[in-house]
């Protein structure tokens, strides 16, 4: 009986824990990059939080000083799922992507999905991707 008990409890653990296969190691490559300083920021979001103040993850990368390319890899552990990515080139190292006076973006931004928008605010089922398990790597352009 107690053996039962502790076999019944051990599957219970085991399926409730959540695995490695449940997240992927994904690389962000973010290309376009067209100033040699500042750091490149990829924000992650979900149709429920999409451009808000808190996505669902963050991730940067400071561009070293001898730096002299046109696209950096940033790493990211990420669920399995459906996300809409955004990506910035903070220019001037002060932590948020700047503004115009419209409110339209002043530093280089990209989205996945190659969604550029034309006229109002990014949609987030136009910039959705699905992270399988089999996702090593999405691209997003800065323009």
Same mark, same amino acid.
């Given at each position: 009986?107690?053996?039962?008990?502790?076999?019944?409890?051990?599957?219970?653990?085991?399926?409730?824990?959540?695995?490695?296969?449940?997240?992927?190691?994904?690389?962000?490559?973010?290309?376009?990059?067209?100033?040699?300083?500042?750091?490149?920021?990829?924000?992650?979001?979900?149709?429920?939080?999409?451009?808000?103040?808190?996505?669902?993850?963050?991730?940067?990368?400071?561009? /070293?000083?001898? *730096?002299?390319?046109?696209?950096? !890899? $940033?790493?990211? @552990?990420?669920?399995?799922?459906?996300?809409?990515?955004?990506?910035?080139?903070?220019?001037?190292?002060?932590?948020?992507?700047?503004?115009?006076?419209?409110?339209?973006?002043?530093?280089?931004?990209?989205?996945?999905?190659?969604?550029?928008?034309?006229?109002? /605010?990014?949609? *987030?089922?136009?910039?959705?991707? !699905? $992270?399988?398990? @089999?996702?090593?790597?999405?691209?997003?352009?800065?323009?």
């Amino acid at each position: 009986m107690i053996t039962r008990a502790i076999t019944l409890l051990a599957l219970n653990l085991f399926f409730a824990s959540p695995s490695e296969a449940d997240s992927v190691n994904l690389n962000v490559l973010v290309d376009g990059i067209k100033q040699e300083t500042g750091t490149i920021v990829v924000r992650v979001y979900n149709k429920d939080n999409w451009l808000s103040d808190a996505p669902l993850q963050t991730a940067s990368l400071a561009l /070293p000083a001898d *730096y002299s390319g046109s696209a950096v !890899t $940033i790493p990211m @552990d990420i669920a399995l799922g459906n996300y809409a990515f955004t990506a910035y080139h903070d220019l001037d190292d002060n932590g948020q992507m700047n503004k115009t006076v419209i409110g339209l973006p002043a530093e280089p931004v990209g989205l996945s999905n190659d969604h550029k928008p034309r006229f109002g /605010p990014p949609r *987030y089922r136009k910039a959705e991707i !699905t $992270i399988g398990s @089999d996702t090593s790597e999405i691209r997003i352009s800065l323009d």
